[in-house]
């Protein structure tokens, strides 16, 4: 493949920190936070310096310059994370020093301009933001399509920072709509597909925050497979309207409405002013962009919507059991049909949709199973555990019956073994077995090289433990540099 720079780059200064040439196309971008207001030319001194032991392919300093220090052929020292590396240009951008590590607004406009450059040179025409780890990480992007991912998912990190991480779909829509291309997911590729196949989909649509809600990946999952047809109506197909929601609240009735063309769906309904009169209006129904933007509405409605001056479903925000959400939300005026809630029950319980209902199973983050104080989180997604043990180096996730379900893996930017390392002038401790779980050997190793035979992974350091040559014990691969 024949990789270009970005012709926004206004200074160059190439870091000798990479690893030359990918072995991977590119086909994410991973943005950074600098943590500093930084300009161009001192982001570059910094990677230049060999003991810095990193670099990015851009930089965007404080005034909204791109800098480059790795060209886009090599692969840049930035994610913690050799795979991701390989696949993505990874970008720095100036920011402030505390949380949330907030850009200035021209860095992230040049942040936006600069992936969409990246994305036409690399031929592609939609910028993704799958918001969750192992769905990105897992997903095979199609050859029109860049990925967004992020340091902290490799690294016990805060990078990009709060403020970044709340805009990530902002940026992955602004990028895509200048490149033309159509973010999200659409309905009309739910279209001949299987019921098993549509639920795994669109389950895997909601974000982390929806499904902690405890009710919207039952209830809503379920409203969208008895309300859409799975996806099969015209209605749903057009209007990547998977829940019947509307711009007003009103009933949720489709027959007999109308389409504008474009955008909207207007039926005239009957809707309760909030004193228990019933006046007739026009509802318009919105063409949402993707189905993801039907879910977040469908979630403001759920959580948020209010019925004259009280909330339309109160109690349901925190609810975790289905069947007393399913109730609120009919007693809340959604539904007059009297087998509303026996058939949103079966789809649930026929499709395993509770399995986000709090009441089902925890997946609790410790050291061990055992040391029940080192827990640090319980979850009911998995997903949501292995970020919490991934961003807290000696963690695993374990099930409701004590059985470890993950462990962080090893980087892979640690070479194969055997290989040296240096120790510095304080050694580091020597433990009987990999892990904090055995027992201290009672020796430093001192400070100098030593030789790893194997790595493995276990409590205690991210990097893992390495067994000493002589004999003598592991060491924590955190507190040793590999030669």
């Not at 992007?141 to 690294?155: G, I, N």
Request: aromatic fraction near 10%; glycine fraction near 10%; charged fraction near 25%.
């Amino acid at each position: 493949m024949t990789y270009t720079n970005s012709k926004l780059v206004t200074y160059t200064r190439l870091s000798p920190n990479h690893s030359g040439q990918r072995t991977h196309s590119i086909d994410r971008i991973t943005p950074h936070c600098v943590v500093g207001q930084c300009s161009a030319q001192g982001l570059g001194e910094w990677m230049a310096m060999r003991s810095t032991q990193a670099s990015c392919n851009y930089g965007i300093d404080k005034d909204g310059r791109v800098g480059m220090y790795v060209e886009e052929k090599n692969r840049s020292w930035c994610s913690s994370s050799s795979a991701n590396d390989h696949r993505a240009v990874t970008i720095e951008c100036a920011s402030d020093t505390k949380e949330p590590y907030a850009f200035r607004d021209n860095v992230y406009q040049k942040l936006i301009t600069l992936c969409v450059d990246i994305c036409k040179r690399n031929g592609k025409k939609k910028l993704l933001w799958l918001g969750d780890k192992e769905r990105t990480l897992s997903y095979n992007p199609k050859s029109d399509e860049m990925v967004l991912t992020v340091h902290r998912w490799f690294a016990n990190k805060a990078c990009p920072g709060e403020w970044l991480m709340a805009r990530m779909g902002d940026l992955a829509s602004k990028v895509t709509a200048q490149l033309g291309g159509r973010g999200g997911m659409q309905a009309l590729e739910l279209k001949g597909l299987s019921e098993a196949e549509v639920v795994r989909r669109v389950g895997g649509l909601f974000t982390a925050d929806q499904k902690r809600s405890g009710i919207l990946a039952s209830v809503s999952m379920a409203q969208f497979i008895l309300e859409s047809g799975y996806g099969s109506t015209d209605l749903a197909r057009e209007a990547n309207n998977c829940f019947g929601m509307k711009k007003v609240l009103s009933s949720n009735t489709w027959p007999g409405s109308t389409w504008d063309g474009k955008s909207i769906y207007t039926k005239k309904t009957k809707e309760d002013d909030g004193t228990g009169k019933l006046y007739t209006e026009k509802a318009d129904f919105r063409k949402y962009p993707c189905i993801e933007d039907s879910i977040a509405d469908h979630s403001a409605y759920l959580l948020g919507a209010k019925n004259g001056t009280r909330m339309r479903y109160e109690g349901l925000k925190g609810c975790t059991d289905y069947r007393k959400a399913i109730h609120i939300i009919k007693d809340g005026g959604y539904a007059t049909d009297t087998k509303y809630v026996s058939k949103l029950c079966s789809i649930i319980e026929r499709w395993n949709l509770s399995q986000y209902d709090l009441a089902e199973n925890w997946y609790r983050v410790r050291k061990s199973w055992e040391d029940k104080d080192s827990q640090i989180g319980a979850f009911t997604i998995l997903a949501n555990a292995k970020d919490a043990a991934d961003a807290n180096p000696g963690y695993s996730v374990f099930d409701h019956s004590g059985k470890k379900v993950y462990t962080p893996p090893v980087d892979d930017d640690l070479p194969d073994p055997p290989f040296m390392v240096k120790v510095g002038t304080d050694g580091t401790e020597i433990y009987t077995g990999p892990g904090t779980n055995f027992p201290k050997t009672g020796l430093t190793t001192g400070a100098g090289i030593f030789t790893i035979m194997e790595i493995r992974s276990g409590p205690g350091p991210f990097l893992g433990w390495g067994r000493l040559k002589s004999g003598a014990g592991w060491i924590a691969l955190d507190d040793v540099k590999p030669i």
